[in-house]
């Protein structure tokens, strides 16, 4: 079982990038998946969810109306789509899933790191003129 995020790279404000978590070893239809982020000497932060059941996307405050999650089950694929991407928005980002059979306790699960079961390889996203 693996995730692997990919797509990151250098970027100037206000610019575009599509960030991708490719899995290898399960079907993530039926998986939850979450994106977080790290930015250097901070902690690891929740930015975007989407369920593997109802389609639900989530989306933290910082970014929301600028990330776009998705997925392409077709090509075992999720994708965070990042526009108007600003300085703070750098970091290096992680993709996580979770078994949607995985009973949890309350709603807001999915913001919090502990709750996922497995993690990909980080991709860097720096944005600076």
């Known amino acids: 079982v693996q995730l692997q995020a990919s797509g990151g790279g250098l970027v100037q404000p206000g610019g575009s990038l599509r960030l991708s978590c490719a899995a290898s070893g399960f079907t993530l239809d039926y998986y939850a998946i979450g994106w977080f982020r790290q930015a250097p000497g901070k902690e690891r932060e929740w930015v975007s969810f989407?369920?593997?059941?109802?389609?639900?996307?989530k989306y933290a405050d910082s970014v929301k109306g600028r990330f776009t999650i998705s997925r392409d089950n077709a090509k075992n694929t999720v994708y965070l789509q990042m526009n108007s991407l600003k300085p703070e928005d750098t970091a290096v980002y992680y993709c996580?899933?979770?078994?949607?059979?995985?009973?949890?306790?309350?709603?807001?699960?999915?913001?919090?790191?502990?709750?996922?079961?497995?993690w990909g390889k980080g991709t860097l996203v720096t944005v600076s003129s």
């Open positions: 989407t369920s593997g059941s109802d389609g639900s996307k």
């Open positions: 996580a899933a979770v078994s949607v059979m995985t009973v949890k306790t309350f709603s807001t699960w999915y913001r919090y790191k502990t709750e996922y079961d497995y």
